[in-house]
Structures are given as C-alpha cells and as structure tokens.
C-alpha cells in the first residue's frame, strides 16, 4: 500500500461510533426527564429566519404543534418568501470565496465541535424531538448519536480527500484533487430530523461549500439548535443560512436559483422527483449543471423462509415495521413468508403486535408514539380501510382516547395482501404492515424486488445457500440477514438505496463526501522548469 493509500483510509481505522444511551440507568432517566421538563418551559416563542448572519421575520408562520397532543403549540417559526430564498442564496454565494479557501483540517475541526456540543445538549436536543416529532426516548436519542456521528465521520473522512493523487511520468507530474462546488440547499425530512439534517449540512460544509438549510415544517425548531450549535462553533457569517418555509412555496425558488450548485435532499420520490426534474432544466444564469443527491423512500420487504428462526423473525419483523410507528424511509411494510410456515408465523406475529403500547412519545413505556400530523393521519386511515376491505385483517389497533388527543394510529397487520396491489406497493409511511404468501424463495425474491423501490430488505434463513443468493438477488442498497432492516449506523452501515430509492450514493459511507466536490487534475511538463528567462531590472 503506498503512503498516498494509507492516509486514504484514516477515517475507517480511526472513527469510533457515538454510543447510545443506556436508559437502563436511573440517572439517564433522570436526566431525560429533566430535560423534557427544561424543554416545555420554553414552549411557546416565535422563532426567526437567520440570513447572513441576521434574524429575519416575516409576515408568514408555521406554527409547530405536539402531534402526541395536537392543542399543544411548541412555537411559531417564520416562513420564507421566495425573496428571502433568493437572499439566502446570495448569502452563501458570497460566504463561498472565503470558506472554500480555509484549510481542510479548520473546517474539520468547526464539525468536531458542533459534535462535542451535541454531547453536551444531548438530552436537550432529544426532547426536543420527542416534542416536535413524536419520537420515543430511544429514538430521540439514537438520532442525536447518528447526528454526532455524521460530523465526526465526515471530519476524518475529508482529511483523507485532502492527500492528492499523483501519477507522475518521466517529464511530467500530475495531481488530482478535490474542489468545492459552491452554494448548496439542503432540504431536510421531519422523520431524522437532527441526523439527517446534520448529514447533509456537514458533508456540504466541511467539502468547503456553503448552505442554505430548509428544514421541513414540522421540525423547524429543532433544525434552529442546529444551526445555532453551528454559529457557536464560530461558523463565518453566511456560510450556513436558516430558510424555514413552506416547502411548496420557497422549493421551487431554491431549486430553480441559478447560483444554487448542489441541492441535498430526503423526502418523498414525488418532491425528490420534481426537484431532479426542476434541477435539470437550466435558467439564465445558470453556469453549471446542479448536481442532485436526493433519499426518496422505500416498500421495504423481509423475507422469512422455511428454517428461520422465527422467534428471532418476528421481534425482527416487528421492530423494523413500528419502530417510530413506522415513519422511517427503511421500515418494514411487506414481509414474505414462505408457505411452510406462513400460519405458525403470523399466528406469533399478531401476538407481538397486540402486545404493543400506543402513547404519547415523552412516556418512556409506549412502543411507538403519533404519527406526525394530521395529513398523515388521515391518509393512513384511507389506506387502513383499503386493507380492511381488500385483505385479511389479522391485528387492528385500537388507540382508543389518545385519538382525540393526538395523531395516533394503532398498529395495523393484513394478511393475503396481493404484491401488485395499492397495499402492496404504496409507501405507507406508518404503522402498517401487509403480509404476503411465497411458494418458495424464488417466488419470495419475485415479490420482494417487484416494486419500484430498492431501499432495504432483509431475510431470516439458516441456510446459507439462500444467504448468499438473497445477497445476490435481493435489489436493496442495504440488505440485512438475520436481522431487522431499520438503524444503519454511520460507517458500519452507510445508507442508501437506487432506483426509485435515491439519486447519489450512500450517507455515512466513504463515498459520501465526493458528490459535493469537483475532482480537478493537474499536469505539469517539469522539462520547463529552469528555463525561465531572466527578468531584466529596470
């Protein structure tokens, strides 16, 4: 290995996981509790946009609600205008000259401590989102942890892109390098909304471009801390901006901006979608194709074959299915028995599911908490009387009075789902799950891969033959075997799906960070050098 691919491989040797908290532990659970209380007393204020470093208010609002008890407002959040979007880009534009210009190892260094003040908020930030997005504890924590990880791993990550490639050749040296490539907008989900966000952020910063952060409606307070911890890190002015808005309203006027370079998103495949669509169309002005990184969702299937284990499947099944009530791009919405054991299966599948406890998310006992809004709620709903009326109801969920308090939806199971069916290839986006019948593992694979997604999937087999040609066969970006599909870790997982599934490669990955750079070669005819002609004196 040459010393050029030695220092390319820092940051896999050298990264370390943020650990989880252990709410085992009274004083974690005390903390937490603290924390939640710490956290209410600030409900209520209004929040404004930050451009260029200055706080702007607007006429327009979103008011951000509790959707574990909807009367409950959080706070008023300014919404942008299409000019403020258009302010926020020139903003970026002129923080980019100088922020590009700063050494690799200085911009690293503002990503490793917004993490140490992560750490340091930690519980904060956690109830934060089990207010505004209905996150259980552990959830809530785990997305802090992913978030601290994407600013540690992407730190060591662009030290090793600072070591050039060289390929040099008797007369001539040549260097390839990485440079930035300007303005970025992140457009961030309310599903991870401090992890994801973070990603996206970080990876455009420390590449050396600036942002614009758009966060969605209804995690518009917590993406405000982050960019707060970031101006405490001592971020230059400009070189991060806090758009929020209504996302068909000032979308479009990011997209389509002629300055913007690079637009970071994770939503749904409809807006991811249009956003690829809009990107491509080129606007006076426009000097550079916009480049597009877009995480657009998942139908997302496990397969349990003939020898699984099927205590070990469905704890498996059920977790990746209703964790955060089912509200994560890499859930569990389909899973493909194989006959054989198909009855026995769903007979212990519907016993999990039942045993389940609906609640609002700042109770540390409920399984899963609301769904985040009404809009949601409703559509489920819809899709829930779909189910009722085309498949086999095995589990109905019944949230009895949490319903009037907040946008609750118990678990839902239906079995003899069809795999060409609007339960079968919809993107639910909650807590419902189709079960479907395989007459064997081709059959199973058949289904698996016949939607137009390609996010995750997972399979439990003691067989290795049907391991390795789930490996082979399963068209997922994330395949997991024996195991639930949801809670890629940074680096041990990176993140990430093709087809209807995403635009780029994988968050958390080692190839990450090259999709907001230019690489740039350099050859030089070193026979030249010497033969300079004097310069004559005056």
């Not at 934060?128 to 992407?154: L, R, S, T």
């Not at 016993?351 to 540390?364: F, H, I, K, N, Q």
């Not at 069809?418 to 593992?441: C, D, I, N, Y």
């Not at 390795?468 to 799906?497: D, K, M, S």
Request: charged residues 20%; negative net charge.
């Amino acid at each position: 290995m040459s010393q050029v691919e030695a220092k390319r491989t820092f940051a896999a040797h050298q990264f370390k996981n943020e650990p989880l908290t252990d709410f085992s532990r009274g004083q974690a659970r005390d903390d937490m509790r603290r924390a939640l209380q710490d956290v209410q007393a600030q409900f209520g204020q209004d929040y404004p946009l930050v451009i260029n470093g200055k706080a702007t208010t607007t006429r327009g609002n979103i008011v951000v609600r509790n959707p574990s008890k909807k009367s409950q407002t959080l706070g008023t959040v300014n919404a942008a205008t299409p000019d403020l979007a258009a302010q926020a880009i020139d903003s970026a534009k002129r923080a980019w000259p100088q922020w590009r210009k700063l050494p690799v190892g200085h911009r690293a260094e503002y990503l490793e401590l917004m993490a140490a003040e992560m750490r340091n908020r930690r519980f904060e930030l956690a109830a934060w989102m089990v207010y505004e997005c209905g996150k259980p504890w552990k959830e809530a924590d785990g997305d802090v942890a992913e978030a601290i990880d994407f600013c540690m791993y992407y730190a060591l990550a662009m030290r090793d892109l600072t070591h050039a490639l060289t390929c040099d050749y008797p007369g001539e040296e040549n260097q390839t390098y990485y440079r930035s490539r300007g303005v970025t907008v992140v457009i961030a989900p309310w599903n991870f909304p401090l992890a994801i966000l973070t990603g996206m952020v970080a990876a455009a910063l420390v590449t050396g471009n600036t942002v614009v952060m758009k966060p969605a409606e209804q995690s518009s307070i917590i993406a405000l801390k982050l960019f707060n911890i970031a101006r405490d890190s001592g971020l230059p002015t400009g070189v991060l901006n806090y758009l929020p808005g209504n996302g068909e309203e000032v979308g479009p006027a990011l997209v389509r901006h002629p300055d913007v370079e690079i637009i970071a998103f994770t939503g749904s495949r409809a807006v991811g979608l249009e956003i690829n669509r809009l990107a491509a169309e080129p606007v006076p002005g426009q000097v550079s194709v916009k480049r597009v990184i877009a995480e657009m969702g998942g139908k997302n299937a496990i397969i349990v074959d003939n020898d699984a284990d099927l205590d070990d499947a469905v704890q498996g099944v059920v977790q990746s299915a209703f964790g955060y009530a089912g509200q994560k791009c890499s859930a569990c919405s389909r899973v493909i028995v194989l006959s054989e054991v198909h009855d026995i299966f769903l007979e212990r599948l519907k016993a999990a599911c039942e045993s389940l406890v609906v609640g609002p998310a700042e109770d540390p006992g409920c399984d899963f908490g609301p769904v985040i809004d009404q809009e949601a709620q409703t559509r489920l709903h819809d899709y829930i009387a779909i189910g009722k009326e085309e498949c086999q109801t095995i589990v109905a969920g019944d949230v009895g009075k949490l319903a009037k308090e907040g946008f609750f939806v118990g678990p839902h199971v239906f079995a003899n789902v069809e795999p060409e069916s609007r339960l079968g290839q919809t993107e639910l986006f909650g807590p419902v799950l189709s079960v479907m019948k395989a007459r064997h593992l081709e059959h199973a694979l058949q289904v698996a891969n016949s939607t137009p997604y390609s996010l995750t999937g997972g399979i439990y087999s003691r067989s290795p033959k049907n391991l390795q040609r789930a490996r082979e066969e399963f068209q997922v970006g994330n395949l997991y075997l024996n195991r639930g599909i949801t809670g890629a870790i940074v680096q041990r997982h990176p993140f990430g799906g093709y087809r209807m599934s995403g635009i780029g490669t994988k968050a958390g990955g080692p190839d990450y960070l090259l999709q907001f750079l230019l690489p740039v070669s350099i050859c030089e005819n070193t026979m030249r050098r010497g033969f300079a002609p004097p310069v004559e004196e005056a």
